[in-house]
């Protein structure tokens, strides 16, 4: 009985083990990932170059390893299986090409000898429609051969043992019920689909051009037919191409297949980049016919035109550049690198609204790096050398919770601020403009403490001490793991360590502004506290530090929660959007905290090295009942010290009120650019 068993049990693991997915996948290529024979390479990027500009080539390349193909449940009967690849095709020629690609399914690792031309490196003639071959292949063929059978010289077919298609389409793909047609020799990027279904004995085949992300639901040929006795237990596939009389680049850019399962999707993202394509060119009789009379008749007017565009162009892209940014070198871009990266700063790559100026995406051209740019308008020169002085300096600084200032460029009436694109956008979106999508709680906690470790080492770890001067929920940017980065440098100002910080114009928003600045207009890194104070209130409350309400008087968050805790309900205020999923204590010490730095008198305040430390729980937050406590009034910022309070920071009674619309950036200047740019910002 025990020998019994263990026959048994090696035979269901033999079953399991036939029965699995064979699969793999290529989202470009190295070396060692395949083996090439004929002209076929694999670049130094990662692409599969299967032909090169010489004439009557054949590039073979085969993965290494065996596939079998056999049903373990019946050995008669082929599995399903599925391939998808990218490809392209660049011709010499507008309209002629030479000759294809064929995916192929064969005996060998290799096909001894193939021709090139019309033969796509496949067969020759003495073997060409042997069944005997045991070779199955999607040709996506680029010349019509009538002998052949060819439907036209554009055309995507299933070929069996044979050159002439069982079954053939013209090239394009089906969308919302249209056919649209596509160009293979274009040098475009195109994705196929190869799939074979082993219970309905079906062979679909898919074709769309690489913008397509997903597979149309229609096939473009579909055709009946048992493979059984076509494709052999054991196999192998790759790819073949060959060219004729015409020089042709046939490339392959990923690759990925599945036996019993669907082939994995690839990351087209992450494909190699195709070659700058060389110029087409036409047949001979076309230019000597048509081309050489009409560039001789027009020779005169492009010269005409070359040189009125010429000067368009240095109008279009001219720059200011002083003799005082030449050591700035690299942290200065220049206009016309920004203006491609952005498309000519068109609305698709809108991006939204940060301090004074519209940001927007853009793609540097040469290192082909995602950045943000924010556009600022500029009527004064008044300061500006400070300005940028101030601004590249910024940018020299790094650190993984700031958004890096990558530099600045200036034109016209324009200033220009790069950043690093933050693929996931601003906090605030997430917590009020979002309401399908909710950051829990131990995110918000994480976004927390890296905002707080970012502004610790502009405060208390840069050479100089750097006050951003507008911290908040919109200027902390999500990078791709959803970590916090405090960004926006537009407004940050930078003093010697012990130097008293001078006097400034009032800037920032409105609920993150801290009495004192507004009273005096001197920013420190206590204002700085107080607007982190503003934050962590809303993170943790999921609303804005001042809401205007129609029949009452605003909202203010910080009342609010003043209120409730005094009443022992303070965990009463955590977001909706949270359902109650969050660590009661965590959540209580971010408040507490967002009040203790919301603390009228500036003395009160914690450092942001203290603030760390609460967070990290390396220290004890204080008690915040043995503290006194002054709050704002309904709509306006009222700060009237109590009778005999030592601690008054100077501030006489006053009362300061400005329009309260949410998330609005205000100065006490007559306009932005004497905010931004006029002495001591």
Sequence with gaps: MA??????????????????????????????????????????????????????QIGHAFYPNSISFKSPSNNSSISSFSATFVFAINSEYDDLGGHGIAFVVSPTRGLPGARPSENLGL???????NEANHIFAVEIDTIQNLDLKDINKNHVGININGLVSERAERAGYWVDGKFRNLTLISGEPMQLWVEYDGFEKQINVTLSPIEIRDKPKIPLLSYRRDLSSVINDIMYIGFSSSTGSITTLHYVLGWSFSVNGEAQRLNLSQLP??????????????????GLPLISVSLASMTVLGVIYFIHRRRKFAEILEDWELEYGPQRFKYKDLYRATKGFREKEFLGFGGFGRVYKGVLPNSKIEVAVKKISHESRQGMKEFVAEIVSV?????????????????????????????????????????????????????IKGVASGLFYL??????????????????????????????FGLAKMYERGADPRTTHVVGTLGYLAPEHIRTGRATTRTDVYAFGAFLLEVACGRRPIHPQEDADDFILMDWVFSCWTNGQILRTADPKLGGNFEPSQLELVLK?????????????????????YLQADAPLPDLASLRWRLSGSGFFNFRPRDGDGDSDGLDDITMSYPLSTGRNVTSSSSVAESILSEGR
Aim: aromatic share 10%; charged share 20%; glycine share 8%.
């Design 273 to 290: 980049k195709l070659p700058s394509r060389p110029g087409k060119k036409q047949r001979r009789s076309k230019f000597l016919t048509v």
């Design 593 to 613: 905290l967002g009040l203790l730095c919301s603390h009228y008198s500036p003395a009160v305040r914690p450092t942001m090295h203290q603030v760390l430390q």
């Design 395 to 447: 940018g020299r600084l790094r650190h993984r919770n700031l958004v890096a200032l990558l530099g600045y460029c200036r034109r016209k009436g324009e200033l220009f601020l790069v950043y690093d694109y933050m693929r996931n956008g601003s906090l605030d979106s997430y917590l009020h403009e979002l309401p399908e999508i909710t950051i829990n709680w131990e995110q918000r906690f994480e976004i």
């Design 3 to 56: 020998a019994i068993f263990f026959l048994i049990l090696i035979l269901l693991i033999f079953i399991s083990l036939a029965s699995g997915d064979q699969s793999f996948i290529f989202n470009g290529f190295s070396s060692g990932d395949l083996i090439l024979d004929g002209v076929a390479e694999v670049t130094s990027n990662g692409l599969l170059k299967l032909t090169n500009t010489y004439d009557q």
């Design 459 to 488: 405060h208390e770890q840069c050479e100089k001490v750097v006050i951003h001067r507008d911290v908040k929920a919109s200027n902390v940017l999500l990078d791709d793991e959803f970590n916090g980065r405090l960004g926006d």
């Design 123 to 129: 067969f020759n003639e003495s073997n060409n429609g």
